[in-house]
């Protein structure tokens, strides 16, 4: 029996990116019986001040291994080294390839703007791969699969340009998610000075406020080619 499809695919430019800004999301997709799975497109190995790369690799998929399991979603990471991500067409197939094989409803990724160049460059590669994954001409192995709709979670990476335009009520993952990136030491505050867990729980909080509910989650959408009518003022 052919594996049921994912119904939200996020792609990541580093571990810890996706779980970090819409884990809340995730946690409450998967604990209403929804397939989720994360990519992240490099560990993000070379992010430690102190410890080799190749150690810190290894905490990071153990790290993240952890963190997934507490979401309830599946999580894989491709083998391209963090600050190098290559911005080449091969990506862009592996990337059509993944989406084909799990066939997402809704793809979760960076937004572009962003003052790291990993970020930037995932969106690009991200949306070129939702493109072929869409498109019959591109000849692979598994066919063609096309998205019902793409978010980008708020990232403070990835704030220039970005709208807060969906809010998702995460009051009930909130502790989840909390448990989740706090597999993280970098969540934890042990890696670097920026200070991920109170930005985000901050965060949460001024989203909840907006939103009037306890605890929110915005993301930006992904401009649609094609407008929906709508038959009156919605
Ligand atoms: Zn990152």
């Known amino acids: 029996m052919a594996e049921r499809s994912c119904e939200v695919l996020a792609f990541g430019a580093h571990a810890a990116d996706i779980e970090f800004s819409c884990g809340a999301v995730i946690a409450k997709h998967t604990h209403r019986g929804d397939r989720v799975a994360l990519v992240h497109l490099t560990l993000g190995e070379a992010g430690h001040p102190r410890m080799p790369v190749d150690e810190y690799a290894e905490q990071k998929k153990s790290e993240c291994r952890q963190a997934a399991e507490v979401l309830g979603a599946e999580v894989r990471w491709l083998p391209y080294a963090d600050a190098a991500l290559p911005a080449t067409p091969d990506v862009e197939l592996v990337l059509c390839d993944l989406i084909r094989e799990l066939r997402p409803r809704i793809v979760l990724t960076h937004w572009r703007g962003s003052f790291h160049r990993d970020h930037a460059l995932s969106h690009h590669l991200v949306m070129r791969g939702l493109a072929l994954a869409s498109s019959r001409a591109c000849q692979r192995a598994l066919p063609a699969h096309g998205v019902e709709r793409v978010f980008f979670p708020e990232n403070w990476e990835d704030p220039q340009g970005f709208r807060p335009e969906v809010y998702v009520d ?12 706090s597999k993280y030491a970098l969540f934890r505050g042990e890696v670097v000075p920026f200070p991920y867990r109170q930005y985000y729980q901050s965060l949460a909080f001024i989203r909840g406020a ?25």
Not at 170 to 181: I, K, M, N, P, R
Request: aromatic share 10%; net charge neutral.
């Open 210 to 234: 907006e939103a009037r509910c306890g605890r929110a989650v915005a993301l930006m959408r992904s401009a649609d080619i094609w407008k929906t009518a709508q038959d009156f003022l919605p």
């Open 170 to 181: 995460v009051s009930q993952s909130y502790d989840t998610w909390l448990a989740a990136a």
